[in-house]
């Protein structure tokens, strides 16, 4: 994360308080720089977490029968999961469905999503892959 | 952000159809701080180390595998070589180091642990003719170390009393594992021009510049590729070249991917992604596949060299365009045992040592798990090393040879060394002698750089 100028100028203003006016400026430089510093890594840490989204994309597919949207959504709904785009086609007698899902305000995690789906799955006797947007993110987007 | 029916349908047909996975995330741990003031506190420190960065690997990583449902093959671990902390040792107590390491690996349960090696292109250290002398005990008494031993590079020439050394070495390593197929040699690598970033086992180690602990990773793909190459039909080799750098820029991007958040979870710096083309021996994962889908009737067919430099440069600039970190090896893997084609053209005899040889000029990673005959003179043996160094250092790239020995067989057998390591027909190698030449010793000088012809 980028800190402005403007946060910098606060930054030096609160420093120079609390070391005092007579403070000599190297300390208040080096007290910015590691409070700046400090700032910089606790928002922005190891590793690139910015491409990160709660989106997960999931992909279904198998022999079409009534039902399979309805299992799959009221899944979702009751974990609280946001549908943000479905799309689907009909192939002679199979279907495949693609679905991209916000899970931020999900109670459960990826994981246990997968789990429940892996149920349904077998219930319904249909494929269904679970992915973290991320990977087609970086596949697909430069 | 929207992505296109075609998109999201590509990705899954490459991890679910086309065996795309990551073939390694290799964690990478100095152990130049663990010397003891004997071997005993030696052993307890290493052991304490690799715990200490190792012991979540496996776990980390299965997490990993299941939020972005790409599947990771291999969790492995590369040290520090291990003759340069631990020079003061000799060769009985580099075992029991060994055997450490080992015990470490299998605590973690990782199934190979890299970097009991030495460099020594330019020549020995006490320490590193321990090391060297002890390299068949260790291969008898482990299960997962993996040793390498670096005899040649651009800058220092090829040191052929290493590549002689080298070439016993392996002949008594085949011998005291002669009860597991000689399973012992597949452990061991001759390297020339070794990277100090390779995440891909038995090769692998923590080169001495890297920082105290990275993970490095390895990803795969030959099925993709070949799929793609199939998909585009009869195409020029312009646009196939644009075929195959369209798929490796998305296979690197997702490899990229995975390791970096494997590296987060573990809270320590990413380091590379080794684009490296890797085969299996399961089916439809094969570079031989490759080669064949672009048009040569069998690999070792007039103009299979031409196809793989063609490969591996279209792998190479897909690569470094879809990251920044490319590393290791970074080429195409054509291991004899590893690959279900490779197998059969050797089978059928399409595919010789001296065409095998040809085509590690253009591609990594050299001479890579073949088979002979257990009765193989040393010298020969030091010949084909010597061979594949000196491409090595001449196009100023790596090169290595993996060569196994099979204690009891002869041409026409075949070794099964189970897993990943495949099977291995025994190939023919010249009976013509090279004692004469590598008995000389001494060192190959460094070659020019300038009249590159």
Known sequence: ?142 | MSYEFDEIVETIKMTELENFDIRTVTLGINLRDCIGSDIKTTKNKVYEKILKYGRHHVQYASEIEKTYGISIANKRIAVTPVSIPFDCFGSDELVELAVTLDKAAGEIGVDYIAGYSALVQKGFSTGELELIKSIPEVMKATKRVCSSVNVASTKAGINIDAVNMMSEIIKKTAEVTKDDNSVGCAKLVTYCNIPEDNPFVAGAFHGVSEPEVTLNVGISGPGVVLDAIKEAGNVDLQKLAEVIKRTVFKTTRAGELIGRKVAEKHGIPFGIVDISLAPTPAQGDSIADVLKAMGVEDVGAPGTTAALAMLNDAVKKAGLMASSSVGGMSGAFIPVSEDQGMISAVKSGNLTIEKLEAMTAVCSVGLDMIAVAGDIPAASIAGIIADECAIGIINDKTTAVRIIPVYGKTVGDSVNFGGLLGEAPVMKVSRLKSDNFVNRGGRIPAPMRSLTN
């Open chain 1, 1 to 142: 994360m980028k800190i402005t100028e403007e946060e910098i100028r606060k930054i030096t203003q609160k420093t120079i308080e609390s070391l005092g006016k007579s403070a000599p400026l190297e300390k208040v430089e080096r007290e910015v720089a590691s409070l700046i510093k400090e700032i910089e890594t606790s928002e922005n840490p190891a590793g690139s977490s910015e491409i990160t989204s709660g989106k997960i994309i999931l992909t279904s597919f198998g022999i079409n029968h009534p039902g399979i949207v309805a299992s799959i959504t009221k899944s979702f709904s009751d974990n609280l999961c946001d549908i943000l785009d479905i799309s689907q086609k009909i192939l002679g007698d199979f279907y495949t469905m693609i679905m991209i899902v916000d899970i931020t305000k999900s109670l459960k995690d990826l994981r246990s999503i997968q789990e429940e789906m892996n149920k349904i799955s077998e219930e319904l006797k249909i494929k269904i892959y679970l992915q973290h947007e991320d990977v087609f993110r970086y596949m697909h987007r430069i």
